[in-house]
């Protein structure tokens, strides 16, 4: 294709947004469509092709499948909600049926496999900015897409995006001088009944908003906002980043981690003493104040009454490195003590770096998580003391009654093991020396 039919398919020279972590690719995409008469823009990963997309338009966003933190296809679901007149081409080494056709239904226009030939990739982006325009010539309305609207007529301004999750996006915004988080319902079209994810959404804010607690990130508001199209709830904003990017720049001391482990064990007791199971108890849901102080947040998945029922029918929610193994199976009920394997989970990878239970496959990570003993904190080279080794395997027992049975308790045990009351010296220590031997690998 040359600049020429370039110019025939939209009648002007195409705006297309190249996502791709390879720079090599990148580059690769970017100088083809670019000898094909395009404008072409590129980002690195899903949250600054995400920046992008809420304040830019685009013909086309072509985006790898496999990202850093945010696959292509997640980009493309939040895509679709911020700008709905984007064609989207998602590209990968190796799709998966069920994949390709989930992402047609949702309205992706191709699925691009590798490898790809500069003529393969010119025929393919042609045919979605065509079908594109064949859209947007039977659309009747032209109304002005992205957040920046509805956050203009709810009072705030847009900053920047925060995160990206499966059914949500976060924002930062301002008003008055003062930033806060807003989290914003993505509309997904096939991917789950609208109506039930709006009703799980907003109960979230509703569930946060009575929690009162130093812990727990605060729900300011949340509604639907002006034309009942807009569900949001807005949130204090906490400026010192996850407990996962801190993890991963292994930048916190041990005292600073025993910090965050009491904290998010007293938040954890609010929560539970409400009533309420978090469900999804991970890193990503953490947030450091920029004093190091820990929050527990995003409530999306929490259920009220103290029980979770799978009907093994719902998609899977929550996290599953992370899930205990009454979660993981399909039909188990789970209460508080799911939480505490899930904290058990955290800590480890907060101590260790790892995490204790890691495979790519669903049906594999669940055999590991209900049956396979986590390798010892020592066997990855961690110098980790016994008590807190016993307090580690606690957290995570198979079964539910083995465990801690309240964060209140772990807390307990750890400010013990701070102020020297718990040594591997007495008698609990030499019975814990034999407990450790039986959960470790």
Known sequence: MTEQRATQVLGASARILVVEDDPLMRTFFVEALSSEGYEVEEAEDGLSASNR??????????????LPGLSGVELFRQSSTWSNEAAMVLITGAPRVEDAVATIKEGACDYLTKPITVDKLADCVADALAARQTQAA?????????????????????????GLG??????????????????????????????DLLVRFLHEGEIVSGLDHHGIVKVLECGIGPGYDFPFILMEYVDGGTLARHIQQDSLTLEEKLDVISEICDALSVVHENGILHQDVKPSNVLLTADGRAKVTDFGISRLGGLWQSDGDGPLMGSPAYMAPERAGSDETADQRADIFSLGVL?????????????KRWGSMRRQIARRRPLAPRRLGMVIEPPLEQILARMLQKMPSDRYQSAADIRADVERFRSGQ??????EGQAGQEFLRRLWR
């Open 53 to 66: 997309l809420v304040k830019e338009s685009y013909d086309l966003v072509l985006s790898d499948v496999n």
């Open 138 to 162: 039977a659309s009747s309305q032209a109304e002005e897409s992205g957040p920046e609207r509805h956050l203009h007529r709810l009072g705030y301004r847009f900053i920047r995006t925060l």
């Open 166 to 195: 499966a059914f949500s996006t976060v924002f930062l915004v301002e008003r008055g001088g003062t930033q806060y988080a807003m989290k914003i319902l993505q509309k997904l079209g096939h991917i789950t009944p609208y109506s």
């Open 347 to 359: 800590c480890y990878e907060l101590l260790t770096g790892q995490l204790p239970f890691a495979e």
């Open 422 to 427: 718990w040594t591997e010296c007495g008698p």
